[in-house]
């Protein structure tokens, strides 16, 4: 689905556009995912890396693994998007951060084998254990 979007960070210093395709969204489980939210799941939305740039101020960076980076607002702490840190095809951005996040809904649940046991959604979304979906 082709979408022109806009969000940013909490404080309003970042802010960034989608330009393109919607490739696919859905709920991350992960613990990476978790502890860089502070959050029980995050909701992200897929792009082509060409589609996404940033309008205002400037991420921060964090690696947090040896293939992939967070990037969020060095000020408020908002995460707005993650990428694999070699030649990325994809970026990977919040749903929540975006001005208006009821316009894109998500379609799975991944890395289900590593959620906490008391937190469940009652959505019947596909559910995967591991990265999900073949892109």
Same mark, same amino acid.
């Given at each position: 689905?082709?979408k022109?979007?806009?969000?940013?960070?909490?404080?309003?210093?970042?802010?960034?556009?989608?330009?393109?395709?919607?490739?696919?969204? @859905?709920? &991350?489980?992960?613990? #990476?995912?978790? *502890?860089?939210?502070? +959050? /029980? %799941?995050?909701?992200?939305? $897929?792009?082509p890396?060409?589609?996404?740039?940033?309008?205002?101020?400037?991420?921060?960076?964090f690696?947090?693994?040896?293939?992939?980076?967070?990037?969020?607002? @060095?000020? &408020?702490?908002?995460? #707005?998007?993650? *990428?694999?840190?070699? +030649? /990325? %095809?994809t970026?990977?951005? $919040?749903?929540?951060?975006?001005?208006?996040?009821?316009?894109?809904?998500p379609?799975?649940?991944?890395?289900?084998?590593?959620?906490?046991?008391?937190?469940?959604? @009652?959505?019947?979304?596909?559910?995967?254990?591991?990265?999900g979906?073949?892109?």
């Open positions: 689905m082709e022109s979007l806009e969000g940013g960070c909490l404080c309003g210093e970042v802010r960034y556009k989608v330009n393109g395709t919607i490739i696919d969204a @859905g709920y &991350c489980h992960c613990r #990476l995912c978790r *502890r860089a939210s502070g +959050a /029980p %799941v995050v909701a992200w939305f $897929t792009v890396v060409g589609s996404f740039s940033y309008i205002q101020g400037r991420s921060s960076v690696h947090s693994s040896a293939h992939s980076q967070r990037e969020f607002c @060095g000020r &408020c702490g908002t995460q #707005l998007v993650f *990428r694999r840190t070699e +030649a /990325p %095809v970026v990977d951005v $919040t749903i929540a951060s975006l001005d208006d996040p009821s316009l894109i809904e379609e799975y649940h991944i890395w289900r084998e590593s959620r906490i046991k008391w937190f469940e959604t @009652g959505d019947s979304l596909p559910r995967h254990d591991d990265s979906p073949d892109r």
